[in-house]
């Protein structure tokens, strides 16, 4: 058995790692209807892992749960025209997208999994605005675990079928994100099982990490730098929860500065960080990962933001449509909005950033996963051909 209790982020309260325990229950108790949630749980290890170059030995569940899928373990890009026309010579790409499902989020539902399976729980229901739901169908498949899915009716298509096909139910809600999130769990309170909504399930944001001692392994040291796109901020939270954990245990030096960055249509937490509080109106945005009314892990991820020196910017859609084209045109890597996002971030502030930084840009998901919105940044032909004479 792993040495590990759960640690309230708010009030430091220890809590056993139990599947019924979500949020803190004594900070629950100041939750506001349409804010953050209170009292969001992280894992604490009690000790460094016997074997540190075992990502596995860095999680609170045994190997021997996880699901067969090969989660995490993704590419980490040299792209040489970015470097040459940004001067930045040690930028890379990690590339979430070449998950097994085809984006970040199967680091949390593996851990999901795992959790779920080695205290007999079959069932899994979650809210996802598309890719936390594929990812927990797919995931779930493997494991042979029942997963339930409320997903908005506005959900790129290809992220409805690729549940489906997994053999998700899925609910189709009438409504948004926030909506699909109160839904399911209710649906949990009423059904029983394990919820994974994201910061409400405290193994999303450890699942998480991983990103960061995989980094750190494929480096051999930490980024200086890191663009992180923001929805909820699960994210950026479990991408710090890494690094502070390979900090503590002497493993690297300082925390790098993360830059999240939110698209400027549906930016809370960007928000809340100029004006000290959370307003929940609604917002909009192409890219339908990061669109998010109330960030579900807002308080926390504000938190880490200014205990390590983080940032938090904005980018507009144009933007958005435009560096995904330009990304996929330059180094051959088609992610989608969401992480096309982080890469508009990084050009926004390529100058400020010192050449001689180590920077990481996390592309977050594949584009094929929304191809309607990819759409939008190119050009179809209109004009279709019948031989090669109409075109030379
Ligand atoms: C979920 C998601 C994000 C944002 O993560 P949060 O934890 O909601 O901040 C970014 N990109 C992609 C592709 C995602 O699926």
């Known amino acids: 058995m792993r040495e590990a209790v759960y640690r309230c982020s708010e009030c430091g309260r220890n809590y056993p790692l139990a599947p019924e325990l979500t949020v803190c229950a004594e900070c629950q108790r100041q939750q506001e209807a349409n804010q953050p949630l209170r009292g969001v749980l992280e894992v604490a290890m009690a000790e460094a892992p016997a074997n540190p170059a075992d990502i596995l030995a860095w999680l609170p569940v045994e190997s021997e749960y996880f ?59 979650l809210a996802s605005t598309g890719n ?17 899915l409320f997903l908005p009716k506005s959900a790129p298509d290809a992220k409805l079928v690729q549940a489906l096909q997994y053999g998700a139910t899925v609910h189709r809600v009438d409504g948004s994100y926030d909506l699909a999130y109160d839904l399911s769990l209710e649906f949990t309170r009423r059904r029983g099982g394990m919820n994974r909504n994201t910061a409400y399930n405290p193994l999303t944001i450890e699942g998480k990490k991983t990103v960061s001692l995989e980094l750190f392994q494929q480096l051999g040291q930490a980024p200086d730098v890191l663009f992180v796109p923001v929805g909820d901020g699960c994210i950026l939270a479990g991408v710090y929860k890494g690094f502070r954990d390979l900090h503590q245990f002497g493993l690297i030096e300082k925390i790098p500065t993360v830059i999240g960055v939110q698209a400027a249509g549906s930016a809370a937490l960007w928000q809340a960080m100029q004006s000290g509080r959370f307003t929940a109106i609604p917002t909009a945005t192409l890219a339908d990962s990061i669109c998010v009314d109330v960030p579900r892990n807002g308080l926390h991820a504000l938190n880490q933001l200014r205990n390590h020196g983080g940032r938090l ?80």
């Open 313 to 392: 910017i904005t980018v507009s859609d144009r933007q958005i449509l435009a560096a995904q084209a330009e990304l996929a045109a330059t180094t051959g890597l088609f992610t989608e909005p969401a992480g096309a996002a982080a890469y508009a971030g990084f050009v926004q502030c390529a100058d400020e950033l010192d050449p001689a930084a180590l920077v990481v840009i996390l592309a977050t998901g594949n584009g094929l996963k929304d191809i309607a919105t990819a759409r939008k940044g190119v050009t179809v032909p209109e004009q279709t051909i019948t031989s090669v004479e109409e075109i030379l």
């Open 132 to 148: 936390a739901g594929s990812s927990m169908a797919g995931i779930g498949a493997a494991a042979g675990q029942r997963v339930t």
């Open 67 to 125: 699901p067969p899928v090969p989660v995490g373990g993704t590419p980490l890009w040299q792209p040489a025209n970015l470097r040459r026309r940004f001067g930045c010579n040690r930028l890379y790409i990690k590339d979430d997208g070449a998950n097994p499902t085809a984006s970040f989020k199967d680091r949390a539902s593996w851990l999901v999994s795992a959790f779920a399976r080695k205290h007999g729980i079959n069932d899994i229901a």
